[in-house]
């Protein structure tokens, strides 16, 4: 049984957003990211994979399927599959989010 | 897009440990779990179907496997496809987690 504190995990790089891997599962990923100030993921689709942020600390905007919202600590959001989704730090601080896919991916 | 803000979601009962559901798609269900104190989700196990806790606060005894630990505000595990697993409240205050499962069960 793995116990994560998910703020010991924490990893930022000044060249892009940091994707951390907490679980990787046959039908999940759990995975933080990481991003400073101007950091983005930028927006792309899965075909048949739903994908849940959940935002630790900071602010982030949010795009899911040409919408756009700010979400800031304890805010949760869906990117079903098919979206066009993406995520980026438009702040001055840093952010991380809580982020889960299934299932796995199956490229 | 739908943005939960989690604290607003949170409904406790006397009766038993409250379930509320924030995603339910066709690859996951995304739930909050409130418990009030004495209050468990009794172990069980899904054959397919791996299930992460996140705890948002209080502090519960999550049981996977045969093995438990006492997992606080900002800690996460999983719990694999076909390990028993179970959570408790075991303080004398409230605790809440945001629980994700996927693949979505079967039956």
Redo the contacts between chains.
């Keep these: 049984?793995?116990?994560?504190?998910?703020?010991e995990k924490q990893q930022f790089a000044a060249e892009k957003m940091k994707k951390v891997g907490?679980?990787d599962?046959?039908?999940?990923f759990?995975d933080l990211y990481c991003l400073e100030p101007g950091q983005e993921q930028k927006s792309h689709t899965h075909a048949?994979?739903?994908k849940?942020y959940?935002v630790?600390e900071g602010k982030v905007r949010?795009r899911?399927?040409g919408?756009?919202?700010e979400?800031s600590a304890?805010?949760?959001?869906?990117a079903?599959?098919g979206s066009e989704h993406g995520v980026a730090n438009h702040t001055n601080t840093r952010s991380t989010l809580?982020v889960?896919m299934?299932?796995k991916p199956q490229h």
């Excluded at 049984?1 to 703020?7: L, S």
């Excluded at 599962?25 to 999940?28: E, R, V, Y």
């Design positions: 049984m793995d116990v994560i504190r998910v703020f907490l679980f599962t046959q039908n999940l759990c048949h994979e739903d849940v959940f630790l949010v899911i399927g919408d756009e919202k979400l304890n805010m949760l959001t869906l079903p599959a809580l889960f299934a299932p």
